[in-house]
């Protein structure tokens, strides 16, 4: 392989970002929503139709929660009892509330047709861990987006162009048929 052939590469048509909610059934509905929140009520909505959803084989291979503190336990929380990190934490699961109950009196509520199940503040939680766990954001203002198989990869979180889609490129020398170590840490720890 040569330096900075292609190793794989992603087309836009299978990112989800806003443009993919806004051509779904929910797009209507979710004018005027903030980017991410129309991004994770997108996630929710697909994930619930379960194989009724062409996005189905990329849930099934999601976590159902993350590392971050906002999926710990009461307990696990007490252990940094008068940290920021606590403060932080609390804050941003007091902003997801707040962002929740607004969606629920705005949009689900109104629209419980679109949607297959309820939807809960647990769920909408979950969905906002996979956004910040996983996505990239776009050179478009508030703009984010979720690439299948490009989010299983440790990955600089920008976009640095607006091509249509979305690729790897060796930067050193590797042999074909090699297993390929991406981390965030010093590469030697990959040998």
């Known amino acids: 392989m040569l330096r900075n052939e292609v190793v ?12 993919t909610v806004a051509a779904s059934d929910i797009g209507p509905v979710t004018i005027g929503v ?5 991004v994770a009520l ?10 009724a959803s062409s996005w189905r084989p990329y849930f099934d291979i999601l976590p159902l929660e993350t590392d971050s ?8 929380l007490s252990l940094i009892q008068g940290t920021q990190l606590l403060k932080t934490t609390l804050g941003v699961k007091e902003h997801i509330q707040c962002e929740f109950t607004k969606l629920e009196d705005e949009v689900l509520l109104p629209n419980k047709h679109l949607f297959t199940s309820t939807i809960t503040a647990a769920d909408f939680l979950w ?7 996983r996505t990239f954001s776009h050179l478009r203002g508030d703009n984010l987006v ?22 790897i ?15 965030y840490s010093c590469i030697r720890q990959c040998r």
Do not use: Q
């Not at 503190?69 to 696990?76: A, K, Q, Y």
């Not at 969905?127 to 766990?133: E, F, N, Q, T, V």
């Not at 979720?146 to 690729?167: F, R, V, Y």
């Open 8 to 19: 794989t590469e992603v087309t836009k048509k299978l990112w989800i970002d806003t443009d």
């Open 34 to 38: 903030k980017p991410w929140v129309a």
């Open 42 to 51: 997108f996630l929710l909505r697909e994930k619930a139709l379960g194989a």
């Open 69 to 76: 503190p906002i999926f710990w336990s009461d307990e696990e």
């Open 127 to 133: 969905a906002y861990g996979i956004l910040r766990s």
């Open 146 to 167: 979720l690439i299948p198989l490009a989010d299983l990869i440790n990955h600089n979180p920008s976009i640095t162009s607006e091509e249509t889609c979305w690729e």
């Open 169 to 183: 490129r060796r930067k050193g020398m590797f042999s074909r048929r090699i297993d390929i170590c991406l981390a």
